[in-house]
C-alpha cells in the first residue's frame, strides 16, 4: 500500500488548513503523526474504518479533526487555530491489519507511511 500525503504549506497563526491522504490499496484504519524539529514523532489522530471510530491526541482534540472516505481510501486532517508548536512535519500512516484499539496511538502498529508533507504555523 501506497500512501500520498498532500496539503501542508505555511499558515499564520490562528489559521486553518486541511491536510489528505490517499491509500492505493485496503486499509483498516488510517492515521496521522508529526515531528516537529528535534522531538519524537507523536500521534495526531486516526480513524478505524469499522465502525468509523476516530482517535485523537487529548491535546489536539477540538481544533484538530479526521475525517475520511474508505470507499475512495482516503483520510483527511482538517487543522484549526493552529498555532506555532504545531509546526511539524505530518505523516500519514495505515494498518493492514486489525490491530486491537490500544494500539492506534502506537506508531509501531502501522504497517505503511506516506512520505510527509510540511506545516509551518509562523507566529
Known amino acids: 500500500v501506497q500512501l500520498q500525503a498532500y496539503g501542508g504549506g505555511l499558515v499564520q497563526a490562528g489559521g486553518s488548513l486541511r491536510l489528505s491522504c490517499a491509500a492505493s490499496g485496503s486499509t483498516s484504519r488510517m492515521g496521522w503523526f508529526r515531528q516537529a524539529p528535534g522531538k519524537e514523532r507523536e500521534f495526531v489522530a486516526a480513524i478505524k474504518w469499522s465502525g468509523r471510530h476516530t482517535y485523537y491526541e487529548n491535546a489536539l482534540k477540538g481544533r484538530f479533526t479526521i475525517s475520511g472516505d474508505n470507499a475512495k481510501r482516503t483520510v483527511y486532517l482538517q487543522m484549526n487555530s493552529l498555532k506555532p508548536e504545531d509546526t511539524a512535519i505530518y505523516f500519514c500512516?495505515?494498518?493492514?491489519?486489525?490491530?486491537?484499539?490500544?494500539?492506534?496511538?502506537?506508531?509501531?502498529?502501522?504497517?505503511?507511511w506516506g512520505q510527509g508533507t510540511e506545516v509551518t504555523v509562523s507566529s
Open positions: 500512516a495505515a494498518s493492514v491489519r486489525n490491530y486491537i484499539t490500544s494500539t492506534t496511538y502506537n506508531d509501531a502498529y502501522y504497517d505503511y
